[in-house]
Each structure stands twice: as structure tokens, then as C-alpha cells.
């Protein structure tokens, strides 16, 4: 059934790409001899032309984290495969894939300026300081959510049905190698020309070696705060460590964010994107060669076990595998700068969106093999669901299941690695673009105050009703998810407002403006939800009811602004002359 499952998904999504993805190309009339910002301001910096081969890598690999692979296992969990199966299909193709399509198109036409920065030539300076506002909070709830479930990776162990254990802290080994490797990759091809394809060739399977290796030099955390702490549980050495590599992902982030692009981003997304088809193919491989039954229910009812309903919550939970605001900034802020030709966009733009509804579709089949009463599935952790199941994928085709369970573990690691500091990255420009500072000074203040807001909420705890301690991300899980589909939805709205005034078209209310307030709907129900239940007992000091309804006031700010400019700006010119970079 599984197999079933992934074949028939696979079919639709190709279709799709294939028919939608072309008609996409002819409405937003792309043009291969229309020259892009990656040619015509070229700088070798921030500005270079890369083929569309390197660039799906490096674009995959930025936009592919945890997301399609915590989503669908908390929905599938709480509501059942098939709706989660059908939003995945359903929102990649027909909203997420239009999103970042259209996105990536805009910032291209716009001599690859940001999105907010397309929002502020069509609508208003209002609007464009709004979203920038939006952006930065939604960026601070991503680096919380993703830095905290990679820290959980690297505690505890898990225990195998074959005897074996897979370590945390083997884990937390083989990811620090992995950060090691592009460094010195990034320094051969800078001093010693060492190209491109000899690097790949030479890191990649030192990645491999990395898996492999961990589990054999642990770097144990809890060991050591046990070591100076003789007297404290096993469960409270758990929870320092924790913190304390919470602490760790978030200064790597600040460090990384203002490193040179060539010595870490740029090697790492090279290794990061190959590690992601081979993760994917690895996973399909073992499903199709398995044959592994469907436990899970295909539908656990409209309400889940802690009182979700499906409207608004899945909409919202599974966000990176549909539908996901954070592509956007990835699309416009550096992807848009590389891109050789206009034509490139479908495969990158789109392409990369249907291959990530593959990635949260295999993950989906994860939890899938797993029975309605399975703890796992009752109080759901989605890395380790993740791992054990594509370890058994693996254990199929012959893989020995510990190194089919680190490998999977890794990979979960190594996709938030890309996303966090790129994460912190645009968070140091956004607070640069609103404080006006510049130079050495503006970059380690917008690092230091993107890192710092995480690192407040990291340290901040809360119990379920029977006292035991709720990890961060899963608190803030809703949050970023709300947070993150209605930046998808804003995005919407500043493509429609550009499409709308450049092209007068009909067809723009069909292509982005439903989608819009599709996303616009849920994701500011499931805000307005968030705050009625965490009101209940009163005002509350919990940070995460105030955030919503600033998200909330933000975006009905946005909206306005769109309505009064449709309503009274006058039609742009909607076709430049060939070779221009004018805005359309």
C-alpha cells in the first residue's frame, strides 16, 4: 500500500509539473532571452549566474528542512494519512509551488531585489516596513522551532526492535564533522582551485564516513554535566544538555551568518542538496522494496487527541511539504541573484517545491507504519518516527538498521543546518534594513539581536498536566507553522498586487489571489484559535498569545494596504522592452 502511495503521489506531482508547471511559465511570459540580475549586475558576491543544475542543489537544500518531515508526521499522527496525503498534494502543486514560483519570477524581474522589496514598489513604504516587521518575528519562531528539535537529536538514544541503540550524542559527533567538511571544502576550492566536481566527489562520501564514525566517538553532553554534577537524574542531565546545545546551534548561527558565503553556505549547500536526493531516493528505494504494511488509520476524525480540529490545524501543520512562507525569502533573497536564465525558474522555482511534497510524502509513509496506539504515534516525535522509519526502509535493501537510523538522523540535522543559518542571515539584514546600519557594526548587531530573541525563548519552560516538561519546539511549533503560512499568504498578496498591476488579467485571481486567502483564512484562524485557548484561565505571561495577535494586526495592516492600492493605482506597463530590467 505504501508503495502504492508513493508511485501514484510521484505520477501526480510530475503531471503536474509538467502541465500546471508550463502554463505557469506562459502566464508569467518568461523569456530565455531576457537577460537576469545574475548577468546584468553581476558582481561575483552576491550577484553570479550558476547553472540551473547547482543551483536546484543548493535552492533544495535551503528550503527542504525539518519542515516536510515534522508537519506530515504531527498530522498524520493527529488526523490520519489521507488528509495529510491530500493537503500535500493538493497545496505543492496548486499553492506552495505557485508561491515560490512566483516569488522567485517577482525578485527577478525586480533586478533580484527581496520580496518585501517588490511590497514596497507596488504598495507603499507602510506596507513594505509591515512586512519586514512580519518577516523578522517569523524568522525568530523558525530558528526556535528547528534549533530545539536538532538539539533533541543529540540527547538520550533510541533502541532498536533488533537490540541495537543509536546514541544522541553519536549523533551530535557525526553533525559537528558534518559542519567540519564543507569548511575545508569551501578552503581547497578558494586556495587551491580545487573544482567543483572533485570536491563533491572527495566530501561526499566523507559525509558517509561521518554517519559511521559518530556512533563510535560520542559526544556525550549529559555524560559531561553529569561528570560535574554527580547528584542530579538522568532526566536532568537530558534537560541541561539540551539547553546547552540550544545554546551551541544558536552561536553556530551567529557565526555562520556573517561568515563569507564561499567558506561555509556555499560548500555546504552544495553537499547539503546531494545529501538531500540521496536521503529522498534512499527513502523511496526502501519503500518500494520493502512492502511494508499501513498501520496507521487513513482518518482519526475531525478532532485530534489534545482537541486540534482539522480545520484550521492541519493547514498549518504541515507547512514546508504544502505551502511555506520561508521559501520566499530563500527564492528572493538569493536564489533570484544566481539564476542564469528566466527558464530556469520552473525547474528551481517550481520543481524544488513538488521534489520537497516528496521528501514530507516519505516521511508521511514514516508514521504511516506505525499502529494508532503506538507511543510514538500517541506522543508523537517526529526525528526519531523520521529515522526508525527510513532505518527500516533501509534494513530492506540489506542496510544494517543502526547505520540506517544514524543516516536518517544526520540528514534530519544536516537539512536544519542549512535553513538555520540562512535564517539568521536574513534576520541580520532585516534589522540592518530597518536600523540603517551598516558595515561590521550593523552585521554583528543584527546577529546578535536574531540569535538573541531564540535564545530567550529556549530557555523558557512549561509543563502538561501531569508535570512533565513540553520541549520548546513543540510550544512554539503552532506558532511558527500559523507564522509561516500567512507569510506565505502576504507573499501571495504582494505577487497579486504586482500581477494584477502589470497585467490586469483575470487569470491573477485565480493563479494567486485564491490561494491567498485560502492561506490568509487558516492560518489566521489557527492564530485566532492559539489565543482564545491560551486566554482561557486569564491573561497569561506566555509570550506566544501576544506574538499571534501582533502577527494577526501586522497582515490585516498588509491587507488594507493591498485593497487600497488595487482600488486606486493606476495599470503599470506590463511589458518591458526586451533585455530591460525595469519592474513589470
Not at 508511485?7 to 506531482?13: D, E, F, K, N, Q
Not at 536546484?56 to 489521507?82: D, E, K, R, Y
Not at 489566521?524 to 505571561?541: D, E
Request: glycine share 10%; net charge neutral.
Amino acid at each position: 500500500m505504501m508503495v502504492l502511495v508513493v508511485v501514484v503521489s510521484a505520477v501526480i506531482l510530475l503531471t503536474a509539473y509538467r502541465t500546471y508547471g508550463s502554463l505557469l511559465v506562459k502566464l508569467l511570459q518568461l523569456d530565455p532571452q531576457r537577460p537576469t540580475p545574475a548577468h546584468t549586475l553581476r558582481d561575483d558576491v552576491d550577484y553570479a549566474p550558476l547553472n540551473a543544475g547547482p543551483l536546484l542543489n543548493q535552492h533544495f537544500s535551503a528550503i527542504a528542512a525539518a519542515g516536510p518531515i515534522v508537519g506530515p508526521i504531527l498530522a498524520g499522527a493527529a488526523f490520519g494519512w489521507v488528509p495529510a496525503l491530500l493537503w500535500i498534494l493538493f497545496g505543492s502543486i496548486f499553492i506552495g509551488g505557485v508561491h515560490d514560483f512566483t516569488s522567485l519570477v517577482a525578485s527577478v524581474r525586480h533586478q533580484g531585489k527581496s520580496i518585501a522589496e517588490v511590497v514596497r514598489e507596488h504598495m507603499s513604504q507602510r506596507a513594505f516596513l509591515l512586512f519586514l516587521t512580519f518577516i523578522w518575528l517569523a524568522l525568530v519562531y523558525i530558528i526556535v522551532a528547528f534549533t530545539d528539535i536538532t538539539a533533541a537529536s543529540f540527547i538520550g538514544l533510541q533502541k532498536l526492535e533488533n537490540g541495537d541503540v543509536v546514541t544522541g550524542s553519536g549523533i551530535a559527533s557525526s553533525s559537528l564533522m558534518y559542519l567540519v567538511l564543507p569548511i575545508i571544502m569551501g578552503l581547497l576550492m578558494k586556495y587551491t582551485g580545487l573544482t567543483n566536481g572533485w570536491a563533491t566527489l572527495i566530501f561526499l562520501p566523507l559525509i558517509g564516513v561521518a554517519i559511521i564514525a559518530g556512533q563510535h566517538l560520542p559526544f556525550d553532553v549529559a555524560a559531561m554535566v553529569k561528570s560535574y554534577s554527580p547528584g542530579i537524574s538522568d532526566a536532568q542531565a537530558d534537560g541541561t544538555a539540551h539547553v546547552i546545545w540550544d545554546i551551541a546551534l544558536l552561536l553556530y548561527c551567529a557565526v555562520a551568518s556573517v561568515a563569507p558565503l564561499w567558506l561555509l553556505l556555499q560548500p555546504r549547500g552544495e553537499l547539503g542538496g546531494y545529501f538531500l536526493f540521496i536521503a529522498l531516493g534512499a527513502g523511496a528505494v526502501g519503500l518500494i522494496m520493502g512492502g511494508k504494511p499501513v498501520e496507521l488509520p487513513a482518518f482519526s476524525g475531525w478532532t485530534s487527541l489534545k482537541g486540534d480540529t482539522l480545520a484550521p490545524m492541519l493547514f498549518i501543520t504541515i507547512a514546508c511539504g504544502a505551502c511555506s512562507g520561508f521559501h520566499s525569502l530563500i527564492a528572493s533573497g538569493t536564489t533570484s541573484k544566481q539564476l542564469r536564465t528566466e527558464m530556469d525558474a520552473k525547474s528551481i522555482g517550481y520543481g524544488s517545491m513538488l521534489l520537497e511534497a516528496m521528501v514530507a510524502i516519505v516521511s508521511l509513509c514514516c508514521v504511516m507504519a506505525l499502529s494508532s496506539d503506538h507511543a510514538l504515534v500517541k506522543n508523537p516525535q517526529p526525528n526519531f518516527i523520521y529515522a526508525l522509519g527510513i532505518g527500516s526502509f533501509l534494513e530492506t535493501i540489506h542496510v544494517p538498521s543502526a547505520i540506517g537510523v544514524s543516516f536518517a538522523l544526520m540528514a534530519f540535522s544536516t537539512f536544519v543546518y542549512d535553513t538555520l543559518d540562512v535564517c539568521t542571515r536574513l534576520g541580520r539584514f532585516i534589522i540592518q534594513e530597518l536600523t540603517g546600519l551598516q558595515g561590521r557594526a550593523g552585521r554583528w548587531l543584527g546577529t546578535m539581536i536574531t540569535t538573541g530573541a531564540p535564545m530567550f525563548f529556549v530557555f523558557q519552560t512549561s509543563t502538561d498536566a501531569a508535570g512533565r516538561r513540553i520541549p520548546v519546539w513543540r510550544t512554539f511549533w503552532e506558532l511558527f507553522g500559523a507564522s509561516n503560512q500567512l507569510l506565505a499568504a502576504i507573499t501571495l498578496l504582494g505577487v497579486t498586487v504586482w500581477l494584477w498591476r502589470t497585467r490586469q488579467a483575470t487569470w491573477v485571481w485565480f493563479v494567486t489571489g485564491i490561494p491567498m486567502v485560502l492561506m490568509s483564512v487558516m492560518s489566521i484562524w489557527a492564530l485566532v484559535s492559539m489565543i482564545l485557548k491560551h486566554f482561557q484561565g486569564g491573561i497569561t505571561a506566555n509570550p506566544v498569545p501576544w506574538i499571534a495577535a501582533l502577527l494577526i494586526g501586522l497582515a490585516l495592516m498588509m491587507i488594507w494596504e493591498a485593497i487600497w492600492i488595487v482600488l486606486v493605482s493606476r495599470p503599470l506597463d506590463p511589458k518591458p522592452p526586451l533585455g530591460s530590467l525595469a519592474a513589470e
